[in-house]
T-cell receptor, first 109, second 116 residues
Framework: GNSVTQMEGPVTLSEEAFLTINCTYT??????LFWYVQYPGEGLQLLLK?????DKGSNKGFEATYRKETTSFHLEKGSVQVSDSAVYFC????????FGGGTRLMVKP | NAGVMQNPRHLVRRRGQEARLRCSPM?????VYWYRQLPEEGLKFMVY????????ESGMPKERFSAEFPKEGPSILRIQQVVRGDSAAYFC??????????????FGEGSWLTVV
Protein backbone atom coordinates (compact mmCIF):
# COMPACT_ATOMS: atom_id res chain seq x y z
CA GLY A 1 0.00 0.00 0.00
CA ASN A 2 0.86 3.66 -0.05
CA SER A 3 2.82 5.32 2.71
CA VAL A 4 4.41 8.69 3.43
CA THR A 5 7.31 9.34 5.78
CA GLN A 6 8.17 12.82 6.99
CA MET A 7 11.01 14.01 9.13
CA GLU A 8 9.98 14.29 12.74
CA GLY A 9 9.71 17.65 14.34
CA PRO A 10 9.67 20.04 15.81
CA VAL A 11 11.91 21.95 13.49
CA THR A 12 13.01 25.19 15.10
CA LEU A 13 14.55 27.90 12.96
CA SER A 14 15.38 31.55 13.22
CA GLU A 15 13.66 34.00 10.95
CA GLU A 16 15.18 34.17 7.45
CA ALA A 17 16.77 30.73 7.78
CA PHE A 18 16.54 28.13 5.02
CA LEU A 19 13.93 25.43 5.48
CA THR A 20 13.91 21.83 4.31
CA ILE A 21 11.29 19.31 5.43
CA ASN A 22 11.96 15.87 4.04
CA CYS A 23 9.22 13.69 2.64
CA THR A 24 9.61 10.27 1.06
CA TYR A 25 6.91 7.95 -0.12
CA THR A 26 6.10 4.47 -1.33
CA UNK A 27 3.28 4.04 -3.77
CA UNK A 28 1.92 1.95 -6.57
CA UNK A 29 1.88 3.84 -9.81
CA UNK A 30 2.57 7.54 -9.96
CA UNK A 31 0.28 9.38 -7.60
CA UNK A 32 0.04 13.11 -7.22
CA LEU A 33 1.94 14.63 -4.30
CA PHE A 34 0.89 17.45 -2.01
CA TRP A 35 2.02 19.61 0.85
CA TYR A 36 -0.65 20.88 3.22
CA VAL A 37 -0.21 23.38 6.05
CA GLN A 38 -2.21 23.48 9.27
CA TYR A 39 -2.14 26.52 11.53
CA PRO A 40 -3.09 26.06 15.20
CA GLY A 41 -6.76 25.25 15.63
CA GLU A 42 -7.46 25.42 11.92
CA GLY A 43 -8.04 23.06 9.04
CA LEU A 44 -5.70 22.06 6.27
CA GLN A 45 -4.76 24.41 3.51
CA LEU A 46 -3.26 23.16 0.29
CA LEU A 47 0.19 24.68 0.02
CA LEU A 48 1.39 23.17 -3.25
CA LYS A 49 1.08 20.10 -5.42
CA UNK A 50 2.80 18.18 -8.21
CA UNK A 51 1.00 15.75 -10.46
CA UNK A 52 3.84 14.02 -12.28
CA UNK A 53 7.52 13.25 -12.06
CA UNK A 54 9.88 16.25 -12.23
CA ASP A 55 7.01 18.70 -11.67
CA LYS A 56 7.83 21.50 -9.26
CA GLY A 57 5.04 22.85 -7.12
CA SER A 58 5.47 26.30 -5.65
CA ASN A 59 3.47 28.77 -3.59
CA LYS A 60 4.23 31.61 -1.15
CA GLY A 61 7.97 31.04 -1.47
CA PHE A 62 7.69 27.31 -0.75
CA GLU A 63 8.60 24.76 -3.37
CA ALA A 64 8.90 21.01 -3.78
CA THR A 65 9.93 18.82 -6.71
CA TYR A 66 8.42 15.42 -7.49
CA ARG A 67 11.46 13.11 -7.64
CA LYS A 68 10.52 9.69 -8.92
CA GLU A 69 14.05 8.29 -8.76
CA THR A 70 14.37 9.04 -5.05
CA THR A 71 10.62 8.81 -4.29
CA SER A 72 10.82 12.14 -2.54
CA PHE A 73 8.95 15.44 -2.37
CA HIS A 74 10.98 17.60 0.00
CA LEU A 75 9.57 21.00 0.96
CA GLU A 76 11.93 23.98 0.84
CA LYS A 77 11.81 27.69 1.49
CA GLY A 78 14.70 30.05 1.18
CA SER A 79 13.83 32.43 4.01
CA VAL A 80 11.23 31.52 6.63
CA GLN A 81 9.11 33.98 8.57
CA VAL A 82 7.52 33.77 12.00
CA SER A 83 4.16 33.51 10.26
CA ASP A 84 5.27 30.22 8.67
CA SER A 85 5.09 28.51 12.06
CA ALA A 86 2.62 25.67 11.57
CA VAL A 87 2.41 21.93 11.01
CA TYR A 88 3.23 20.74 7.50
CA PHE A 89 1.84 17.53 6.04
CA CYS A 90 3.07 15.68 3.00
CA UNK A 91 0.43 13.59 1.23
CA UNK A 92 -0.06 11.49 -1.87
CA UNK A 93 -2.94 10.21 -3.93
CA UNK A 94 -6.17 11.79 -5.05
CA UNK A 95 -9.21 12.17 -2.88
CA UNK A 96 -8.33 9.23 -0.67
CA UNK A 97 -5.06 10.77 0.39
CA UNK A 98 -2.35 9.12 2.42
CA PHE A 99 -0.73 11.57 4.83
CA GLY A 100 2.58 11.68 6.59
CA GLY A 101 2.62 12.25 10.33
CA GLY A 102 3.25 15.99 10.02
CA THR A 103 6.23 18.17 10.89
CA ARG A 104 5.85 21.06 13.27
CA LEU A 105 7.82 24.15 12.28
CA MET A 106 8.58 26.85 14.81
CA VAL A 107 10.21 30.04 13.56
CA LYS A 108 11.69 32.39 16.15
CA PRO A 109 12.16 36.11 15.57
CA ASN B 1 -17.80 30.43 -3.82
CA ALA B 2 -18.02 29.23 -0.24
CA GLY B 3 -15.52 26.62 0.82
CA VAL B 4 -16.19 23.27 2.43
CA MET B 5 -18.40 23.98 5.43
CA GLN B 6 -18.32 21.82 8.52
CA ASN B 7 -20.36 22.07 11.65
CA PRO B 8 -20.23 22.07 14.50
CA ARG B 9 -16.67 23.29 14.81
CA HIS B 10 -16.46 22.01 18.36
CA LEU B 11 -18.58 19.32 19.95
CA VAL B 12 -18.46 17.88 23.44
CA ARG B 13 -20.18 14.58 24.16
CA ARG B 14 -20.34 12.33 27.19
CA ARG B 15 -19.35 8.71 26.81
CA GLY B 16 -22.19 6.71 25.32
CA GLN B 17 -23.83 9.63 23.52
CA GLU B 18 -24.05 10.08 19.77
CA ALA B 19 -22.07 12.58 17.73
CA ARG B 20 -23.22 13.90 14.37
CA LEU B 21 -20.86 15.89 12.22
CA ARG B 22 -22.04 17.66 9.11
CA CYS B 23 -20.24 18.64 5.95
CA SER B 24 -21.46 20.73 3.04
CA PRO B 25 -19.11 20.38 0.07
CA MET B 26 -18.06 23.23 -2.13
CA UNK B 27 -20.63 24.25 -4.70
CA UNK B 28 -20.43 21.96 -7.69
CA UNK B 29 -18.55 19.23 -5.82
CA UNK B 30 -20.18 15.82 -5.75
CA UNK B 31 -17.45 13.85 -3.99
CA VAL B 32 -16.92 13.97 -0.23
CA TYR B 33 -14.18 12.46 1.91
CA TRP B 34 -13.92 12.19 5.68
CA TYR B 35 -10.62 12.06 7.56
CA ARG B 36 -9.77 11.75 11.23
CA GLN B 37 -6.85 13.37 12.98
CA LEU B 38 -5.98 12.02 16.38
CA PRO B 39 -4.01 14.34 18.70
CA GLU B 40 -0.47 14.95 17.48
CA GLU B 41 -0.95 12.64 14.48
CA GLY B 42 -1.52 12.95 10.79
CA LEU B 43 -4.82 12.55 9.03
CA LYS B 44 -6.22 9.11 8.32
CA PHE B 45 -8.71 8.48 5.54
CA MET B 46 -12.06 7.16 6.72
CA VAL B 47 -14.64 7.16 3.94
CA TYR B 48 -15.30 8.39 0.41
CA UNK B 49 -18.84 9.16 -0.71
CA UNK B 50 -20.71 10.41 -3.70
CA UNK B 51 -24.33 11.42 -3.64
CA UNK B 52 -26.30 8.51 -2.13
CA UNK B 53 -23.35 6.12 -2.50
CA UNK B 54 -20.49 4.98 -0.34
CA UNK B 55 -17.56 4.44 -2.67
CA UNK B 56 -14.87 3.38 -0.22
CA GLU B 57 -15.17 2.94 3.52
CA SER B 58 -11.95 1.04 4.08
CA GLY B 59 -10.82 3.49 6.77
CA MET B 60 -14.00 3.42 8.82
CA PRO B 61 -14.07 1.54 12.12
CA LYS B 62 -16.35 -1.45 11.71
CA GLU B 63 -18.62 -0.53 14.59
CA ARG B 64 -20.36 2.63 15.79
CA PHE B 65 -19.29 4.76 12.80
CA SER B 66 -21.43 5.46 9.76
CA ALA B 67 -21.51 8.04 6.99
CA GLU B 68 -24.02 9.19 4.43
CA PHE B 69 -24.28 11.75 1.68
CA PRO B 70 -27.96 12.07 0.77
CA LYS B 71 -29.34 13.42 -2.46
CA GLU B 72 -30.24 16.63 -0.67
CA GLY B 73 -28.39 18.15 2.23
CA PRO B 74 -24.97 17.76 3.78
CA SER B 75 -22.89 14.68 4.32
CA ILE B 76 -23.18 13.31 7.86
CA LEU B 77 -20.60 11.39 9.85
CA ARG B 78 -22.31 9.66 12.74
CA ILE B 79 -20.58 8.15 15.75
CA GLN B 80 -22.76 6.15 18.09
CA GLN B 81 -21.96 5.42 21.73
CA VAL B 82 -18.85 7.59 21.71
CA VAL B 83 -15.81 6.63 23.74
CA ARG B 84 -12.84 8.73 24.86
CA GLY B 85 -10.73 7.35 22.03
CA ASP B 86 -13.08 8.99 19.51
CA SER B 87 -11.84 12.41 20.62
CA ALA B 88 -10.22 13.84 17.52
CA ALA B 89 -10.54 16.37 14.77
CA TYR B 90 -12.70 15.18 11.90
CA PHE B 91 -12.06 16.78 8.55
CA CYS B 92 -14.26 16.73 5.52
CA UNK B 93 -12.95 17.34 2.01
CA UNK B 94 -14.64 17.62 -1.35
CA UNK B 95 -13.72 17.44 -5.00
CA UNK B 96 -15.61 18.10 -8.20
CA UNK B 97 -15.31 14.69 -9.76
CA UNK B 98 -13.49 11.45 -10.14
CA UNK B 99 -9.92 11.12 -9.04
CA UNK B 100 -7.80 12.50 -11.80
CA UNK B 101 -4.77 14.63 -12.15
CA UNK B 102 -6.83 17.73 -12.69
CA UNK B 103 -8.91 17.56 -9.55
CA UNK B 104 -7.80 19.07 -6.30
CA UNK B 105 -9.60 18.29 -3.10
CA UNK B 106 -10.40 21.03 -0.64
CA PHE B 107 -10.64 20.61 3.11
CA GLY B 108 -13.04 22.11 5.56
CA GLU B 109 -11.88 23.62 8.82
CA GLY B 110 -12.70 20.52 10.79
CA SER B 111 -14.92 19.49 13.65
CA TRP B 112 -13.20 18.91 16.98
CA LEU B 113 -14.93 16.22 19.01
CA THR B 114 -14.17 15.90 22.71
CA VAL B 115 -15.58 12.96 24.63
CA VAL B 116 -15.74 13.45 28.39
Amino acid sequence: GNSVTQMEGPVTLSEEAFLTINCTYTATGYPSLFWYVQYPGEGLQLLLKATKADDKGSNKGFEATYRKETTSFHLEKGSVQVSDSAVYFCALGWGMLTFGGGTRLMVKP
Amino acid sequence: NAGVMQNPRHLVRRRGQEARLRCSPMKGHSHVYWYRQLPEEGLKFMVYLQKENIIDESGMPKERFSAEFPKEGPSILRIQQVVRGDSAAYFCASSPGKESSGNTIYFGEGSWLTVV
